[in-house]
């Protein structure tokens, strides 16, 4: 059974930080990465990572956020900086196989708010 399992959501105060964790169980993804979705508004991308080190990121979180990985745990992270209200919302971890597109797994979400 694939799993994959986020911690570390919260409030937190505008110019604060979080760190995010992800663990994926059943499966060894080629591709994880973070998506968010606020409120009303569709799935997006935020950074993703490959387990050679491969990044992307989001214009609106470049600067601010830093995805990171270890292999040996099969887990992402994502440290959270300078954080805005704008960043408020439920962000989901995702696996796959493809830096082309969006995985097929999902995590069940953690969410994120920033207050101003």
């Known amino acids: 059974q694939v799993q994959l399992v986020e911690s570390g959501g919260g409030l937190v105060q505008s110019g604060g930080s979080l760190r995010l964790s992800c663990t994926a169980s059943?499966?060894?993804?080629?591709?994880m990465g973070w998506y968010r979705q606020a409120a009303g508004n569709e799935r997006e991308l935020v950074a993703t990572?490959?387990?050679?080190?491969?990044?992307e990121y989001a214009d609106s979180v470049l600067g601010r956020f830093t995805i990171s990985r270890d292999n040996s745990k099969n887990t992402i992270y994502l440290q959270m900086n300078s954080l805005k209200p704008e960043d408020t919302a439920v962000y989901y971890c995702?696996?796959?196989?493809?830096?082309?597109?969006?995985?097929?797994?999902w995590g069940q979400g953690t969410q994120v708010t920033v207050s101003s």
């Open positions: 995702n696996g796959g196989y493809s830096i082309w597109a969006r995985g097929d797994y």
């Open positions: 990572i490959t387990n050679d080190n491969k990044f």
């Open positions: 059943g499966r060894n993804f080629y591709v």
